[in-house]
């Protein structure tokens, strides 16, 4: 599975180069690419480790820069 998020309050370019490289390491993840100027998120894991994958990927954002999140609707 592949989705597009909006990203809440990311405010460097270099942020965004860390979420990017955690998020990578997350279990199922199979593609991750955080873009400060887009302040966007495309993440694409495996179906099975879909919620797993995408939880963790919050939380690793959070702990790059508190004040950030992914906007999950």
Do not use: H
Not at 2 to 25: G, H, P, R, V, Y
Not at 26 to 33: F, L
Not at 43 to 54: F, G, I, N, T
């Amino acid at each position: 599975m592949k989705k597009t998020f909006s990203m809440d309050n990311l405010d460097c370019a270099n942020c965004a180069a860390k979420m990017e490289k955690a998020i990578l390491k997350i279990d199922g993840v199979k593609s991750a690419t955080v873009s400060f100027f887009a302040q966007k998120l495309v993440l694409e894991a495996d179906d099975d480790k879909w919620d797993a994958a995408l939880k963790a990927a919050c939380e690793a954002v959070r702990k790059v820069d508190a004040d950030c999140s992914i906007v999950i609707k």
